[in-house]
């Protein structure tokens, strides 16, 4: 078992659900709580000593956008040196972790996430790998992030590790659920996971959120997936065949807040949530307006 050293963030999608702003940029520069969705998945590898990140794009002007937001920027730096500006000089400096490269592979057709996950084979090589959604922000307010989480007991059982949710069964046929499911503590042992099952089919009340530390034996089962219920290959069925297989698959009951960023609802819903939860002015600013809005 090695330490993952690398994470794949697939951004290759067009991003409907946001439409009208991802018509001309990628839903990971919309802000949440004033930082850029995607700064919030580079800082939680940074964490944990992630190397290297490798974004899944789809166009040529995605990528721009990755490669400028990820890139040294010399003269506005100087400009802000210049003005004095040091506590916006940092933010922007912080954009950047320390020693971390970024890498692009690209997804040519949508074939789903897990066909997007094998597009990162040659860049990945024999290293075991992350993959994080940037548009599921997870936060812990009170100790170590979700992937120092995952690493942990990544470290101790190896295999495939990702972090679940436990939610009622009329919302679990929208995501993987687990199955064969034993919890011991915060710790579900899982035989195996089945994608967006019927109500009455679902296995247990553990649903699969990423994000996932797998081995890199995934990358051999990704092309022998086949396309599931949705059309799409998909990560979740490659970690279901790894799991009949007799490969160790854990969910972690992670203790952090999601911040759902998938549409512009949600995403108005995290942005209230998460300044509320960061900014006392702001809590004091709401206070004062629901009382004007409903005398």
């Known amino acids: 078992m090695k330490r ?9 999608g067009l991003s409907t659900r946001n439409l009208p ?12 709580h004033s930082k ?42 100087e400009h802000l040196k210049e ?11 912080s954009v950047i972790p320390q020693g971390m490269k970024f890498s692009f592979a690209e997804q040519k057709e949508p074939l789903g996430n897990g066909h997007a996950i094998l597009m990162a084979k040659d860049i990945v090589g024999d290293r075991d790998f992350v993959v994080m959604w ?32 436990e939610l009622p069964r009329e919302q679990l046929v929208r995501y993987g659920v687990l199955s064969g499911a034993v919890r011991e503590g915060r710790i579900v ?3 195996g996971k089945v994608e967006k099952p019927a109500l009455e089919d679902v296995p247990s ?28 290959i998909n990560l979740a069925d490659a970690m279901g065949l790894a799991a009949e297989r007799g490969m160790k698959l854990t969910g972690v009951l992670c203790e952090a807040t999601r911040f759902d960023c998938g549409t512009n609802k949600e995403l108005a819903k995290s942005n209230l949530k998460l300044s509320l939860m960061e900014d006392p002015e702001l809590r004091a600013y709401c206070a004062d307006l629901l009382n004007t809005i409903l005398v």
């Open 189 to 191: 042992h899982a035989k």
């Open 21 to 32: 702003a991802t018509k001309v940029l990628h839903k990971g520069f919309l802000t949440l």
């Open 205 to 232: 009340n553990y649903a699969s959120m990423g994000p996932y530390i797998l081995p890199n034996e995934i990358m051999d089962i990704l092309p022998e997936v086949k396309k599931g219920n949705n059309g799409e």
């Open 134 to 165: 940037p548009d599921d922000v997870y936060i812990n307010f009170h100790g170590a992030g979700i992937l120092s989480q995952l690493l942990e007991v990544y470290e101790k059982e190896g295999g495939m590790v990702e972090n679940i949710m």
């Open 83 to 93: 003005k004095n500006k040091i506590e916006i000089l940092q933010e922007l400096l």
């Open 36 to 77: 850029p969705i995607i700064q919030y998945a580079v800082n939680a590898c940074a964490e944990i000593g992630i190397k290297e990140i490798v974004f899944i794009y789809s166009d040529q002007s995605c990528k721009y956008l990755f490669e400028k937001y990820f890139a040294p920027y010399p003269w506005l730096e």
């Open 4 to 12: 993952p050293e690398v994470c794949i963030l697939p951004v290759a």
